[in-house]
């Protein structure tokens, strides 16, 4: 197994004003081998808070590489952000 770099090594990938959002990024990198930690930060009011997605620095190349593949559907978005399978259309359980 390889190791991971040092938190200090890694690097401010995308922001998000949804903390699902930021989840479902990070799910998508992770599914593209490439390691994805977020995090919240207080925006200047220390009211609102952004969350923050970071990727190992020698990692940053590949994210960009992920996110340009085709998009993701609602579906898959989803299904990063809550685990659920969606309900197959006609079934009723």
């Known amino acids: ?3 991971i770099e040092p938190i200090s090594d890694w ?6 004003a949804e903390e699902s959002a930021a989840l479902a990024l990070c799910g998508q990198l992770k599914s593209g081998n490439c390691p994805a930690k977020h995090e ?6 220390a ?3 952004e969350y923050c997605v970071f990727v190992p620095r020698s990692l ?3 994210a960009r590489w992920v996110m340009a ?4 559907s609602d579906t898959e978005l989803e299904f990063l952000a809550t685990g ?3 309900i197959p259309p006609g ?3």
């Open 1 to 3: 197994m390889t190791d």
């Open 11 to 16: 690097v401010l990938f995308r922001s998000c």
């Open 40 to 45: 919240a930060r207080a925006i200047a009011n």
């Open 47 to 49: 009211i609102d808070a």
């Open 60 to 62: 940053e190349h590949r």
């Open 69 to 72: 593949q085709l998009p993701v």
């Open 84 to 86: 659920k399978l969606p």
């Open 91 to 93: 079934d009723t359980d």
